[in-house]
């Protein structure tokens, strides 16, 4: 394993490189291509499809431009009056509280199921999404 | 209602379905609704490939007259999962001060077994001392004989010295707490995300999981819906016996708000540099 690469190469940002960089697009207007070290499809995936629920988003998608760089580009496009980096920003915040959230009420779930056990309530039929009627 | 409490009544629920915590399996199944494949894709991922735990990773061999080859005992020893409820104290060796490793960073494990008896010596995890109150391999109670590492004759004998450290499964699946992450969402594929192959009948050829219950069968006469999204994923966790599988999720989730966060911090910063270029300030949006 002489050749092999260290094991840290895909977790350590490398001395005097940011993780994150942002590039403005200089041909099509509001759009700006971000670059992040270190970081793969768990959050490339969740950053797009969040922004893509943002109706000021016009465009917004990830790739992983080689499988053995440990990194990924997200490019966005926004309406005019906002600008990428905004939408992100605020888009991020979303998905911490949205994460919070789910931290929040499963340990809630665990409390309460080690204060009444053996009353774990098991739902039937959640909530379905709306069904549309034809 | 203030934010927090809105986002508690309209975003993403839990329902835990069963926690079973016996010597054969500890898992935690639980429903996640109201939120996005994406949002649990990524916890899946985290879970199996970002929370933490103790392995061994360098072996030094004193003696090995086993019939196994060294590499062979090195790689079987990395994958014996260690009780790593005690990880959050241990730091990664590449943040620690040290040179190579030390008691901050490391766990030391010793295997000495030699085969005296007539009958074949089976070296197992039992065998493995750790020099570590906790963090030792992982054993079912006072039954549990332990995983088979090699076998002896007599005569045969392996000595060894182990180094454990701390890491993820990003780096080697021998971190990973997970033994499997069950994920799945819309039983009767409604969403028709998967084609499935039929010689005769749907029905009797693919049968609806057991989080079929979950949600109502498809009508035989329903329209597609082409906008429905998934809103429910059915998980369960089961772990190798390194983390409890409750703790795997919840420190599954600190770990994915932590990486927000610092992509939240980081996006500060560029937001402040280019703050200086000056930029026409934003009006009501959001
Ligand atoms: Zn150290």
Redesign the pocket.
């Known amino acids: 394993m002489a050749n092999a690469p260290p094991t840290w190469e895909l977790l350590l940002v490398p001395e005097g490189m940011k993780k994150i960089t942002m590039e403005m697009d200089t041909k099509i207007p509001n759009a700006a291509t971000f670059t992040v070290l270190k970081e793969d499809h768990t959050l490339g995936n969740l950053l797009r499809m969040q922004l893509l629920k943002n109706p000021k988003v016009i465009f917004a998608g990830y790739k992983m431009p080689h499988p053995l760089e440990h990194q990924f580009v997200l490019k966005i496009q926004t309406t005019p009056d906002t600008s990428p980096l905004d939408v992100l920003q605020h888009e991020i915040a979303n998905l911490i509280q949205e994460v919070g959230t789910i931290k929040l009420k499963f340990e809630n779930a665990l409390t309460s199921r080690t204060l009444n056990p053996g009353e774990a309530p098991i739902p039937m039929h959640l909530p379905m999404r709306e069904r549309r009627d034809f | 209602m203030d934010a927090t409490a809105f986002a508690q009544e309209t975003g993403p629920t839990i329902t835990l379905l069963e926690v079973k915590d016996s010597p054969e399996t500890r898992s935690v199944s639980f429903i996640l609704s109201k939120t996005d494949l994406a949002t649990a894709n990524a916890l899946r991922r985290v879970m199996i490939a970002e929370v933490p735990t103790m392995a061994i990773d360098l072996v030094e061999f004193e003696s090995n007259t086993s019939v196994l080859t060294d590499e062979f005992l090195a790689h079987r020893l990395g994958l014996i999962p260690l009780n790593s409820e005690q990880v959050g104290t241990i ?1 990664y ?1 590449r943040e ?3 040179q190579q ?2 008691p ?3 766990v030391e494990l010793h295997l000495n077994v030699r085969c005296t008896e007539d009958h074949t010596r089976e070296v197992t995890t039992r065998d493995l001392v750790s020099s570590h109150t906790s963090i030792a391999p992982v054993l079912n109670g006072p039954n549990d004989r332990g995983i088979l590492i090699a076998k002896l004759r007599k005569g045969q004998e392996i000595n060894l010295r182990c180094i454990a450290k701390k890491g993820t499964a990003k780096e080697h699946a021998k971190w990973s707490p997970c033994a499997g992450v069950a994920f799945e969402y819309d039983p009767h594929n409604r969403l028709r995300h998967t084609t499935y192959w039929i010689e005769d009948d749907v029905k009797s050829e693919w049968p609806v999981s057991a989080n079929g219950r979950f949600e109502p069968e498809v009508a035989e006469d329903e329209p597609f819906d082409y906008n429905a999204k998934p809103e429910a994923f059915y998980m369960t966790v089961e772990g190798t016996g390194a983390l409890d599988p409750k703790e795997i999720v919840t420190t599954g989730l600190r770990i994915l708000q932590a990486k927000l966060s610092l992509v939240q911090l980081l996006l500060k910063e560029i937001a402040e540099e280019r703050g200086a270029v000056a930029r026409p300030p934003m009006n009501g949006f959001h």
């Open positions: 730091t060796t620690c001060s040290c490793y030390c901050q960073c490391s």
